[in-house]
């Protein structure tokens, strides 16, 4: 097929994959700039889910007093204790954390 033979699109074969280049390109740029970018809000709860995840690996806290300290350092999180046990099993199904006593639940 030659290079010029136009497509149904009416693009030749050169300009539809020149046109795909520069569209990849724009979106790696686009991805690179969003990587780069510092999140903010909703986005950013890296921090507090870390923080969750090594709270619970502490198996003699309850899950209240994790949400405690939770709230303490992150006043605006929406963490409860249903979100707290959440985590929790997620960590036990990994195998990163033994089941708790029913007391510290």
């Known amino acids: 097929m030659s290079t010029t033979a136009l497509l149904p699109s009416g693009l030749s074969v050169d300009e539809l994959v020149a046109a795909l280049i520069a569209e990849n390109q724009a979106?790696?740029?686009e991805n690179q700039s969003l990587r780069e970018a510092p999140q903010r809000g909703p986005a950013s709860k890296g921090g507090?889910?870390?923080?969750?995840?090594d709270l619970v690996l502490n198996t003699?806290?309850?899950y209240k007093a994790i949400v405690d300290e939770v709230l303490k350092e992150y006043p605006d999180a929406k963490t409860?204790?249903?979100?707290v046990a959440s985590v929790a099993c997620v960590l036990r199904r990994t195998h990163k954390v033994p089941y708790r006593s029913p007391q510290n639940a």
């Open 60 to 62: 003699t806290l309850s």
């Open 27 to 29: 979106l790696i740029a």
């Open 80 to 83: 409860t204790n249903r979100s």
């Open 48 to 53: 507090l889910s870390r923080m969750v995840e």
